[in-house]
């Protein structure tokens, strides 16, 4: 096998080849080259780069990299991918396509670590003598068969009783509540905006990270997501109490799953209140009706709410392969010695977890 490294400025002259990996292997939206150009677009700086492995007139592996510090190397990660950007064949050896990767790399770097993979789409390696894996986050998934009302009498009490009291308080106060759902390209930018308005007038604006139509994670928004409204895969859902706006999830489709990438709330509503919740039940309604997506994905670090909604819950993890076995053995040691329990290493350089990891939603109790 041989790999060919080039600036990820090229990315574009290679996004077809991209583009039927990931369909031949996990066929994840978070990886189609609808998702990876904007992020290199925004959030790259320039210092990243294009991994291309051809063995026998195929290519059977692609990465977008970069140097983390001295010696190290990593998957590109910024925070608004929930995944690591490694595509390969699901024929291809793990262990060696990384080993080899590694001694191609330039500057003799010692350890490459893959960050962010999901179990559900890559079975986790066993460690071996160059090769360790180390959980990252657990994360959720509602899968969709039977009916609705199956799926909803599963769930528990207080869930399915605080929504319906919920609804009636709605009723009495003479409150519409509807769900709208916008997937045309022209819909995106308003969506982002709107978006943006809502959560900059929750706890995000304080730290700076809320999106915004002109800041870096605004573009990102509208650009990916109106590359997905053109072939009908993107869908912003948004939940109206009257011609009041009060809830909105970011969503995209593909590979038989639907993403809720964001999802932001009217944080100045009564506690009486969670549109949120709301709308995450007449989504699923929706989705078990249609049968458009076999999963509902959440992302991000599972939460107390998130179980309220299912019980599916699976780990990820990340990979570090070091170029000697002796190296590994060290670092082992070394972490025994600071502390760190079973000598279990970090990977080249720890994310920053995903925004969705990061976001909560109000009790209902």
């Given at each position: 096998?041989?790999?060919?490294?080039?600036?990820?400025?090229?990315?574009?002259?290679?996004?077809?080849?991209?583009?039927?990996?990931?369909?031949?292997?996990?066929?994840?939206?978070?990886?189609?080259?609808?998702?990876?150009?904007?992020?290199?677009?925004?959030?790259?700086?320039?210092?990243?780069?294009?991994?291309?492995c051809g063995?026998?007139?195929?290519?059977?592996?692609?990465?977008?990299?970069?140097?983390?510090?001295?010696?190290?190397?990593?998957?590109?990660?910024?925070?608004?991918?929930?995944?690591?950007?490694?595509?390969?064949?699901?024929?291809?050896?793990?262990?060696?396509?990384?080993?080899?990767?590694?001694?191609?790399?330039?500057?003799?770097?010692?350890?490459?670590?893959?960050?962010?993979?999901?179990?559900?789409?890559?079975?986790?390696?066993?460690?071996?003598?160059?090769?360790?894996?180390a959980?990252?986050?657990?994360?959720?998934?509602?899968?969709?068969?039977?009916?609705?009302?199956?799926?909803?009498?599963?769930?528990?009490?207080?869930?399915?009783?605080?929504?319906?009291?919920?609804?009636?308080?709605?009723?009495?106060?003479?409150?519409?509540?509807?769900?709208?759902?916008?997937?045309?390209?022209?819909?995106?930018?308003?969506?982002?905006?709107?978006?943006?308005?809502?959560?900059?007038?929750?706890?995000?604006?304080?730290?700076?990270?809320?999106?915004?139509?002109d800041?870096?994670?605004?573009?990102?928004?509208?650009s990916?997501?109106?590359?997905?409204?053109?072939?009908?895969?993107?869908?912003?859902?948004?939940?109206?109490?009257?011609?009041?706006?009060v809830?909105?999830?970011?969503?995209?489709?593909?590979?038989?799953?639907?993403?809720?990438?964001?999802?932001?709330?009217?944080?100045?509503?009564?506690?009486?209140?969670?549109?949120?919740?709301l709308?995450?039940?007449?989504?699923?309604?929706?989705?078990?009706?249609?049968?458009?997506?076999?999963?509902?994905?959440?992302?991000?670090?599972?939460?107390?709410?998130?179980?309220?909604?299912?019980?599916?819950?699976?780990?990820?993890?990340?990979?570090?392969?070091?170029?000697?076995?002796?190296?590994?053995?060290?670092?082992?040691?070394?972490?025994?010695?600071?502390g760190?329990?079973?000598?279990?290493?970090?990977?080249?350089?720890?994310?920053?977890?995903?925004?969705?990891?990061?976001?909560?939603?109000?009790?209902?109790?």
């Amino acid at each position: 096998m041989k790999w060919t490294l080039l600036p990820a400025s090229d990315y574009p002259a290679h996004a077809a080849r991209w583009q039927e990996l990931n369909r031949a292997s996990v066929d994840s939206p978070l990886l189609d080259a609808d998702f990876v150009q904007p992020l290199l677009t925004e959030f790259g700086e320039g210092r990243e780069w294009l991994a291309v492995c051809g063995h026998g007139g195929r290519t059977v592996a692609m990465a977008l990299l970069q140097k983390s510090r001295q010696g190290a190397w990593q998957t590109f990660q910024p925070s608004q991918q929930p995944m690591g950007m490694w595509l390969q064949l699901p024929d291809q050896d793990l262990s060696a396509l990384m080993d080899s990767l590694l001694r191609s790399l330039p500057g003799l770097p010692l350890v490459l670590g893959l960050t962010q993979f999901d179990s559900g789409l890559h079975a986790r390696p066993a460690d071996g003598a160059q090769l360790r894996t180390a959980d990252y986050i657990s994360t959720a998934r509602i899968t969709i068969a039977g009916t609705f009302e199956e799926y909803w009498a599963a769930r528990g009490k207080n869930l399915r009783s605080n929504m319906k009291k919920q609804r009636a308080k709605l009723a009495k106060e003479g409150i519409a509540s509807r769900m709208e759902v916008l997937r045309a390209p022209a819909d995106m930018a308003q969506a982002v905006a709107d978006y943006g308005v809502m959560e900059s007038a929750g706890w995000k604006a304080g730290g700076g990270t809320a999106i915004h139509p002109d800041n870096d994670q605004g573009r990102f928004y509208r650009s990916m997501l109106e590359n997905f409204a053109r072939r009908g895969a993107a869908s912003v859902h948004r939940y109206w109490f009257g011609d009041r706006l009060v809830a909105l999830n970011l969503c995209i489709e593909g590979g038989g799953a639907k993403i809720m990438l964001k999802t932001t709330y009217d944080e100045s509503l009564s506690s009486q209140y969670s549109p949120a919740f709301l709308l995450c039940e007449e989504t699923c309604q929706a989705l078990f009706h249609e049968r458009g997506a076999a999963r509902l994905e959440f992302y991000g670090r599972v939460m107390e709410w998130h179980l309220r909604w299912t019980d599916e819950v699976r780990s990820m993890y990340h990979i570090t392969h070091y170029r000697w076995p002796a190296l590994k053995s060290l670092h082992t040691l070394v972490n025994k010695l600071r502390g760190g329990g079973a000598g279990q290493p970090a990977p080249a350089a720890e994310p920053v977890p995903p925004a969705a990891a990061r976001h909560t939603e109000p009790s209902t109790e």
